[in-house]
């Protein structure tokens, strides 16, 4: 334990080369991702509230006086899901859980795996990216669009897209500098290598 709080020290000391910068840059996105964890939650409670009354709307209601027309149920359940699913992709990003074939970087030798995971890095970059400029032209289309029932301009829907993979990128930088400068190598997770996030824990406080 002494030895984890030696390193923390040269850690936080070694301004110089940017680690100050980069313990507040994780602090920022992890913050931001947890703000919008949070977000996602309320929106999931809205969608999981707006679907039941659907359901008691169409099979309880329908069959006594109560009934209403209540169309914008639906609508608000899809907007609200794009949104949580372009968003909840970022969070993952952040923590490297998207899915993918992780068994196979790890059959190889070491630094054929590292060399792997880093090119399928930049590719999802450069896809990231290429969905930002596509999310950015949508947006550009809702600008005159409504929703059908509720009547709300479709670039407050379309620019879920861009936002969303924007924060995609934000999160692999951040798990990019994270695993090289305090797991040593893109191959160790954030819960493998226990003295990693000691140091980690320390230097971000």
């Known amino acids: 334990m002494n030895n984890n709080k030696e390193k923390s020290l040269e850690y936080s000391n070694s301004r110089s080369d940017g680690v100050y910068f980069g313990s507040r840059f994780l602090r920022f996105v992890d913050s931001l991702n947890k703000l919008i964890t949070h977000l996602c ?19 309880l209601f329908s ?12 609508e608000v359940t899809r907007y609200l899901m794009t949104w949580v699913v372009f968003l909840g992709a970022a969070v993952a990003t952040r923590e490297d859980k998207l899915i993918g074939l992780q068994f196979i970087i790890y059959a190889v030798p070491r630094t054929l795996g590292s060399g792997i995971k880093h090119l399928s890095i930049l590719m999802s970059m450069a896809f990231y990216l290429t969905l930002v400029w596509v999310g950015l032209e949508w947006a550009e289309l809702g600008q005159s669009q409504g929703s059908p029932v509720l009547k709300l301009p479709m670039v407050t829907v379309y620019s879920s897209m861009s936002l969303g993979f924007a924060l ?6 951040a798990l990019l500098y994270e695993a090289h400068k305090f797991k040593g190598g893109i191959l160790e997770t954030r ?9 980690l824990e320390e230097v971000i406080k």
């Not at 309320?42 to 099979?59: E, K, Q, S, T, Y």
């Open 41 to 59: 939650g309320i929106a999931m409670f809205i969608m999981v509230f707006c679907i039941g009354l659907g359901i008691l709307n169409r099979f």
């Open 63 to 74: 069959h006594s006086s109560l009934s209403f027309s209540m169309p914008w149920t639906e």
């Open 168 to 173: 995609c990128i934000l999160n692999t930088l």
């Open 191 to 199: 819960e493998g290598d226990p003295e990693s996030n000691v140091i």
